[in-house]
């Protein structure tokens, strides 16, 4: 049998009792973790609560680093076949007002992109086994992680292994059976569903993201995923910029339906279109906040390590690239036999060199709170060749020295 078979890609449903590296969830950060250490030879156990192909509510956004990621593991071609390529992200502020940022960018459903992941990991060689839910971790006398139990319908099973690594996503009930989360709150909330609507098609081509005051704190997206099809969402950020403070809830549907009425092509997709999937929700952890990344014998990476972007909620890429660091890091310490100390250093320095493109979401993410400031940006964009040439470098990560500040961007306009 093949690895290519439907039940190969499903997993298998039997836990082992033992491996080198347990990685729990298979998500984007997960799977490129095991891809990674499987192509170095390491024993690997990939396990899911989900049976794949699974979706994963997520506005399916592509952007740079997503795609070096995917050239990294070998999969750009296979993604890039069925992905819908994409120019521009279209940038609207509260009168209507827009500029363009180009970069490079496509939008492929969860559905079918985690699915190229994880089976990519497989022929490396991991072992996804599911639907198995991480209950608890286990640990040794001295204290340190030594595996994971799981749960399947009424059954549990322990699974002990040299290394662990948590790649479960922004999911709660993972960080808390871990104890590694520091906060409770995630960073944002945000829905999205999948609408039909072929007189769209169109009209909008391109990535459009929506700052509005009846959408502060957060914005609307609309992304086509091609034949017809569009990814339409809003999300907020939870915590005040100001003080760090969890703000109220917000209702997001009723945010929905402030994106339909303040924008046209929100309204005529939202009243006019087909809902091909109901609306769902789901939270973001951003920023590299809101876990510990290390205790001994476990790395935490991914969205459980915050590695989503505050502002724009994308994570992809940086599922990836810090699944893949985690890998390097184990690598290192199984082929130097490294103690937990010297893989925490390594991990932690390689997810450090990272923060200056978190920072600069961070500041840009001040954006959500103050949508007027938004569409200053976009007025000195739109007559700016330089500005709009900076900005589609940061989308792309070609700036990394000198990051492009709220201050920067604010004298750049006053100049
Ligand atoms: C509405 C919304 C829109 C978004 N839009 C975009 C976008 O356009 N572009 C972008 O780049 N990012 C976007 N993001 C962020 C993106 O979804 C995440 O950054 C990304 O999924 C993180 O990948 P991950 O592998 O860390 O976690 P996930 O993709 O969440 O994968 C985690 C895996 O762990 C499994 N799991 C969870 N708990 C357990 C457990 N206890 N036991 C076993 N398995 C478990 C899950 O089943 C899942 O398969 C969006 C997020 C949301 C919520």
């Given amino acids: 049998m093949t690895l290519d078979t439907a039940a190969a890609s499903k997993g298998t449903v039997d836990l082992p009792a033992h491996c080198e590296v347990l990685v729990v969830g298979a998500g984007p950060a997960g799977s490129a973790c095991a891809q990674v250490l499987a192509q170095a030879g390491v024993q690997t156990l990939l396990v899911d609560a989900a049976n794949f192909p699974r979706d994963k509510t997520c506005g399916d956004g592509l952007i740079s680093d997503a795609h070096a990621a995917f050239e990294r593991l070998g999969v750009h071609a296979q993604v890039m076949a069925q992905a819908h390529v994409i120019e521009f992200v279209r940038c609207v502020g509260p009168t209507g007002r827009h500029v363009d940022i180009a970069g490079t960018l496509a939008v492929l459903p969860r559905l079918k992109l985690d699915h190229i992941l994880v089976r990519s990991a497989q022929r490396a060689g991991a072992q996804l086994v599911t639907p198995w839910r991480l209950q608890a971790l286990l640990k040794d006398a001295a204290g340190r992680v030594s595996g994971g139990r799981f749960k399947r319908a009424g059954e549990v099973r322990d699974v002990q292994a040299r290394h662990t690594v948590l790649a479960t996503g922004a999911s709660a009930q993972a960080l808390a059976v871990s104890q590694m989360g520091d906060e409770s709150a995630p960073s944002a909330f945000a829905l999205r569903g999948y609408i039909q609507h072929t007189g769209m098609v169109d009209k909008i081509p391109h990535l459009e993201v929506v ?17 017809g099809v569009f990814n ?8 005040s910029l100001r003080n760090g403070q969890i703000k109220n809830k917000k209702n997001l549907h009723a945010m929905l339906e402030d994106f339909a009425a303040v924008h046209s092509g929100a309204g005529e997709l939202i009243k006019n279109g087909i809902l091909e999937q109901p609306f769902k929700g789901a939270p973001l952890r951003a920023s590299l906040r809101g876990s510990r990344w290390t205790a001994p014998g476990l790395l935490v990476t991914g969205e459980a390590a915050g590695s989503t972007y505050a502002l724009t909620g994308e994570g992809i890429g940086k599922a990836m690239e810090t699944g893949m660091h985690a890998a390097e890091a184990l690598i290192m310490a199984h082929r130097q036999g490294a103690a937990d100390d010297a893989l925490h250093a390594f991990y932690t320095q390689s997810l450090e060199q990272l923060k200056p493109k978190y920072a600069f979401y961070e500041k840009a993410n001040m954006a959500n709170s103050y949508p007027w400031l938004v569409e200053l940006v976009i007025r000195k964009a739109t007559k700016s060749a330089s500005l709009r040439q900076r900005l589609s470098q940061h989308l792309q ?19």
């Avoid at 700052?211 to 034949?227: A, M, S, T, V």
């Avoid at 990560?397 to 100049?415: I, N």
């Fill in 232 to 239: 339409v969402g809003v999300g907020y950020g939870t915590k």
């Fill in 397 to 415: 990560e070609e700036v990394s020295t000198r990051p492009l500040t709220l201050g920067r961007v604010l004298r750049h306009l006053w100049a």
């Fill in 211 to 227: 700052w509005h005051p009846r959408l502060k704190d957060g914005y609307g997206w609309i992304f086509p995923c091609g034949n």
